[in-house]
């Protein structure tokens, strides 16, 4: 339908804006964020310039439609910024290669910012410090997700092979851990399902989507995962990321 043309290096990440999806955020290799009109002329509606090394992750801010959004770069730096503006607001200089990157539900003021060292930090963007740390991980943190209808508790992956459910107030150790490193390698990606208590998880051993049931936060197992898993693609690795329409009938 359309081919947007303007970063002079990979595009690495895209994100829809929250609600209308009349907006594009992407990051690219040249180490310049850009927004993006969706519909219209989808022109370059701006150019964000802070990072110095390419962009590894971006996230929308979701409790002010958009209003702010988050990016992650391999200068070892976290900027939250003013979408309209396109000031940035906050930069914080993680101590260790930040790896991925998101909001909380309710509050645009925490950002959790998972590292290359196996940490997530919950970060008080007013106060500029670690409110928070969670630190089971071995290995390098490759998503964080917030369980389906749930902004307390949220789901982390690794290079480590693992799977951990998280309860955002308490740090010292996960609600659940699925470890099976004799079946499934890392987790890269984890999708949402829109329709189900479900998420989708990509594996780049198998070269599978995995798709887990959420029983609740009340229940002794939070994840489930399901028989049936979803393959097609001969090889697996960092680059196959779900994603789930928003029937929840089509993944791709």
């Given at each position: 339908v359309h081919t947007w043309l303007g970063h002079a290096r990979g595009v690495s990440c895209a994100?829809?804006?929250?609600?209308?999806?009349?907006?594009?955020?992407?990051?690219?290799?040249?180490?310049?964020?850009?927004?993006?009109?969706v519909l219209g002329d989808r022109s370059c509606q701006r150019t964000y310039i802070g990072h110095n090394k390419p962009i590894r992750d971006l996230t929308f801010s979701s409790t002010d439609a958009g209003g702010h959004f988050a990016?992650?770069?391999?200068?070892?730096?976290?900027?939250?910024?003013?979408?309209e503006t396109g000031q940035c607001v906050v930069a914080i200089e993680h101590r260790r290669q930040p790896t991925c990157i998101r909001y909380c539900q309710r509050?645009?003021?925490l950002l959790l910012i998972g590292g290359s060292d196996g940490k997530i930090g919950l970060w008080d963007l007013r106060m500029m410090r670690v409110a928070r740390e969670y630190s089971a991980h071995q290995d390098a943190v490759n998503s964080v997700t917030w369980l389906p209808?749930?902004?307390?508790?949220?789901?982390?992956?690794?290079?480590?092979?693992?799977v951990r459910v998280w309860?955002?107030?308490?740090?010292?150790a996960p609600l659940q851990t699925l470890q099976k490193p004799d079946v499934y390698d890392a987790y890269p990606a984890v999708a949402v399902h829109p329709t189900e208590?479900?998420?989708l998880f990509s594996s780049t051993a198998t070269s599978a989507i995995l798709p887990m049931t959420v029983a609740g936060g009340t229940s002794s197992v939070i994840l489930?995962?399901?028989h049936r898993s979803i393959v097609g693609h001969q090889t697996g690795g960092n680059v196959c990321r779900p994603s789930v329409s928003p029937d929840g009938r089509i993944v791709a």
């Open positions: 994100r829809i804006f929250p609600g209308t999806g009349h907006l594009m955020l992407s990051g690219s290799l040249d180490c310049r964020v850009k927004i993006w009109s990016s992650a770069a391999f200068d070892g730096f976290c900027k939250h910024w003013d979408t509050r645009p003021d209808g749930d902004d307390e508790l949220f789901v982390s992956t690794s290079d480590d092979k693992t309860r955002l107030v308490e740090e010292k208590p479900a998420l489930r995962p399901r």
